[in-house]
């Protein structure tokens, strides 16, 4: 059975939701006493970009092994062939 290619940089929900983790990932949202609370040794703020880069990076990983089905796999194999 033939794997489908896929082209998910055609997805406009894959880009809303990379932007809108992006946007939560630069703390220009906070207020100045954001800085005093602190998370496990960490300013509010950091422990926030923390979170939002984990999320990136798991999302980022998530999408490159569901969502893109390239074909540079199946040229490399019909060169390994010939």
């Known amino acids: 059975m033939k794997k489908e290619i896929k082209e998910p940089i055609r997805k406009k929900w894959i880009w809303i939701v ?10 220009w949202y906070f207020s100045d006493s954001m800085v005093e609370p602190y998370i496990f040794g960490f300013p509010f703020w950091g422990f926030v970009i923390l979170v939002f880069s ?14 893109w089905n390239i ?9 390994e062939e010939v």
């Not at 990379?18 to 703390?27: E, F, H, K, R, S």
């Not at 984990?54 to 969502?67: E, G, K, N, P, R």
């Open 54 to 67: 984990v999320i990136l990076s798991a999302y980022l990983s998530w999408l490159c092994m569901t969502q």
């Open 71 to 79: 074909v540079e796999n199946e040229e490399e194999t019909k060169r």
């Open 18 to 27: 990379l932007v809108l983790i992006m946007c939560g990932n630069v703390p």
